[in-house]
């Protein structure tokens, strides 16, 4: 991750943009130290190992994102033997294995050798993933919107401190986010919101993601 880009001051902004722009602007810049410092204590930087469950069309993209940091290993465990094979060989530090997530004991020998598990699979599946997670003190990553099986999970998750974290859309979602840290931040000091306007859709480019915002 690099820090954030300075902002020069309004510059080819609408003065509404600006200011939303400058709130959120700080937030970033403070919270991406805290995160940089705090990942450098718990010794993030190290090699990060990713169990990625499912091989389908999405999965690519992900495999071609994630390996681009030399640090981190994918293994691509699916059912379908020649999809899983066909991403091993396309791309570096990635290893495939065919499994049947339903059958016993298979996840609960994968799992606890990876840092992070991101799960491709059928949402009816999720939470058989999630268990497993929750028991072996492993994050898991979806795509897939919270189904009640799933949210019935969330205390369990808490007490293990895993985090599970699904879809939560772009707009309404991550928007929806910001804003209410936002809110928290000015009612914290003391003031009062009084009014709020939010601008969203657009995605940056894939080799300029990789910052903060």
């Known amino acids: 991750s690099t820090p954030p880009l300075a902002l020069n001051d309004g510059a080819n902004f609408p003065p509404r943009v600006w200011r939303l722009l400058r709130i959120n602007w700080h937030t970033y810049t403070r919270q991406y130290a ?5 990942a450098v204590a718990s010794g993030m930087a190290r090699a990060h190992r990713v169990l990625l469950l499912g091989s389908g069309m999405t999965a690519a993209p992900l495999v071609e994102y994630l390996t681009r940091d030399g640090t981190t290993s994918v293994t691509v465990a699916s059912n379908a033997k020649h999809e ?19 059958s016993d004991g298979i996840l609960s020998n994968l799992i606890p050798n990876h840092n992070l598990v991101i799960s491709y699979v059928p949402y009816q599946l999720h939470p058989i993933v999630a268990r497993q997670c929750i028991n072996h003190g492993v994050s898991m990553v979806t795509a897939s919107y919270v189904k009640p099986p799933l949210r019935e999970l969330h205390d369990s998750a808490c007490d293990a401190s895993v ?23 000015v009612h914290s000091k003391g003031g009062k919101v009084v009014s709020f306007e939010s601008w969203c859709g657009g995605l940056p480019a894939l080799e300029y993601a990789n910052n903060p915002l």
């Open 163 to 185: 985090t599970l974290l699904n879809e939560m859309g772009l707009d309404p979602g991550i928007d929806h986010m910001l804003a209410m840290q936002c809110f928290d931040e």
């Open 34 to 38: 805290l995160s940089m410092s705090a």
């Open 84 to 102: 899983a094979r066909q991403l091993a060989t396309s791309y570096p530090n990635t290893s495939a294995i065919t499994v049947d997530i339903k």
